[in-house]
Nanobody
Framework: QVQLVESGGGLVQTGGSLGLSCKASGRAINVYAMGWFRQAPGKEREFVAAISWTGGYPNYADFAKGRFTMSRDNYKNTVYLQMNSLKTDDTAVYYC????????????WGKGTQVTVSS
């Protein structure tokens, strides 16, 4: 079992930045792919970014490219999502996920952290 706890969400103005963290416990995450997803009110949960268990260059959704940066620190059992140039459309609950391969059907999920971008 892996427990995931997100933090770092909050309220920011358009153009601002936020850094999210996802701390894992229960098992080391160095064998899992890790991902970030988000869900806005009335919308489906959507993929934001993912990184393999080996690290390397993350995969990003088109809307995240050039603005969001995902990284992982296996020693700290933590993954991060740095979000810059935020837009009102980025308002959503952001979730961290872990699995052997990453998709919206990932096995382990955090409870999410709210990100609100105001105009």
């Amino acid at each position: 079992q892996v427990q995931l706890v997100e933090s770092g969400g909050g309220l920011v103005q358009t153009g601002g930045s936020l850094g999210l963290s996802c701390k894992a416990s229960g098992r080391a995450i160095n064998v899992y792919a890790m991902g970030w997803f988000r869900q806005a009110p009335g919308k489906e949960r959507e993929f934001v970014a993912a990184i393999s268990w080996t690290g390397g260059y993350p995969n990003y959704a088109d809307f995240a490219k050039g603005r969001f940066t995902m990284s992982r620190d296996n020693y700290k059992n933590t993954v991060y999502l740095q979000m810059n140039s935020l837009k009102t459309d980025d308002t959503a609950v952001y979730y961290c996920a872990a699995d052997s391969s990453m998709s919206v059907r990932a096995t382990y999920w955090g409870k999410g952290t709210q990100v609100t971008v105001s105009s």
